[in-house]
């Protein structure tokens, strides 16, 4: 997926938003993906990896030069199998983590070639920058949408050889004297580097199961008030510990995220009036922060500007920062990745000016939250705010100065 992801950074984010929401952008899996290397050793081979890196493709399927990739690896993630030899890849006789913590490829273009295409950019490893053209096999011709999560995924392989010697990665016996110079000498300098990636897009569509069409389909026949007079029966029912069936059902709560997803299906299928009318039910019947955005965006799209305005501010006063998190493998915080994706599908379908409002309001409740600036500076892009859309990338990095979506789009404004 990585892979798909090869661009050049003359192309303009501004025009590339105008021109219809072209690019898409894949975020890399790690946990589904893999870099792998290879160095022959005496009479065999070293093999490790790397396990801890992350990486953004903005992918043109109409016109794949215009694709662009990031990856970022942390060097101290290398895995050889052997934690000694670990130990001493990661000293100065070799990679020299302290000092050169990442080791990143941006791709400048990319071009096609017999059998899929190439990517055309830099490779930066051990505090030096090489010209790197990685060779891309798409694995399935392009984005599949999953079965499973309804996600557009883009796959793709790669195999490349690099020198270490270019590098400066010579390896020495400093911190391990067993490295002996006979040693040193049986280590091969062409290293073979393999990768598997996989990215994924939530899109919009990706949004519409078929339980959200049949609630679209019961509004455009019943009219919007069935549904209401539906939702509110639940929400009693709910609150007894029952569903309409008379089974023991879900908390009240956890009856939003339909709603919520009805709303933007209304806004899709172009019944406004009737996503208006939802979305503010919604925020009277849950008044949580999250459905007075909701609520706000149909205003906006709707062009009640002030309504949507009056929307964020009673968001803004309901919004309480999530409690801090024990887990090990911290995600996403949910309510900002489901309104992310309001600003995100938002732009997908071209309404702009709700998007950046969306977003805005986003990095106002997330000031920490690089990711909420990316989505931001997207938004202004598109609102054709040039210099808006720039300093928002630039606060991205700030924050996380190895975000690779923020690495990506931050390079595309036009200056």
């Known amino acids: 997926m990585l892979s798909r992801t090869l661009g050049t950074i003359a192309i303009a984010l501004v025009p590339a938003l105008a021109r219809g929401q072209q690019l898409e952008e894949y975020a890399v899996d790690p946990g589904h993906s893999i870099i792998e290397f290879a160095i022959p050793f005496a009479f065999t081979h070293v093999k490790g990896r790397f396990t801890d ?80 053209s990685l060779p891309i096999r798409l694995v399935a011709g392009g984005p599949q949408r999953s079965t499973e999560s309804g996600h557009l995924m883009l796959d793709a392989a790669s195999t490349i050889r690099v020198a270490r010697a270019d590098f400066g990665i010579t390896g020495g016996s400093k911190y391990n004297s067993w490295f002996t110079a006979a040693r040193a000498a049986t280590m091969g300098d062409s290293v073979e580097i393999s990768l598997e990636l996989e990215g994924w897009l ?90 007075h955005v909701l609520h706000g965006y149909a205003l906006d799209v709707a062009g009640d500007h002030r309504g949507a305005t009056a929307a964020f501010a009673r968001a803004k006063a309901r919004y309480a920062p999530p409690p801090p998190s024990n887990e090990q493998f911290k995600q996403d915080d949910e309510e900002w990745w489901w309104l992310n994706q309001l600003a995100l599908t938002a732009l997908e379908r071209g309404e702009r000016r709700p998007a950046a409002d969306v977003a805005r309001l986003l990095t106002e409740l997330y000031p920490t939250q690089s990711r909420a600036f990316v989505t931001l500076g997207r938004a202004l892009a598109a609102n054709n705010d040039t210099p808006g859309a720039a300093a928002a990338f630039a606060t991205a990095l700030r924050l996380d100065a190895y975000e690779t979506r923020a690495m990506e789009w931050s390079r595309r404004v036009d200056r």
């Not at 060097?75 to 070799?94: M, V």
């Not at 949004?207 to 939702?231: F, K, T």
Request: aromatic share 8%; proline share 5%.
């Open 53 to 132: 890196w992350r990486g953004t493709v903005l992918y043109d399927r109409s016109n794949p030069s215009r694709s662009s990739v990031t990856v970022v690896i942390d060097a101290k993630s290398i895995d050889t199998g052997w934690p000694h030899r670990d130990e001493h890849l990661k000293t100065s006789d070799f990679f020299d983590v302290e000092r050169f913590p990442k080791i990143v490829f941006q791709s400048d273009s990319v071009r096609t070639k017999s059998g899929g295409l190439v990517a055309d950019g830099r490779l930066t490893m051990h505090g030096v920058a090489r010209p790197l």
């Open 202 to 291: 939530a899109d919009a569509a990706s949004e519409r199961s078929a339980g959200i069409d049949a609630a679209v389909a019961r509004i455009a026949s019943g009219g919007v008030q069935a549904q209401l007079d539906r939702l509110r029966q639940v929400r009693d029912s709910a609150q007894r510990g029952r569903t309409l069936a008379g089974t023991p059902g879900p908390a009240w709560p956890s009856y939003y995220r339909g709603g919520d997803l009805t709303v933007r299906a209304l806004v899709a299928s172009g019944r406004v009036p009737d996503a208006v009318t939802l979305a503010g039910a919604l925020a009277s019947l849950f008044e949580t922060y999250p459905s």
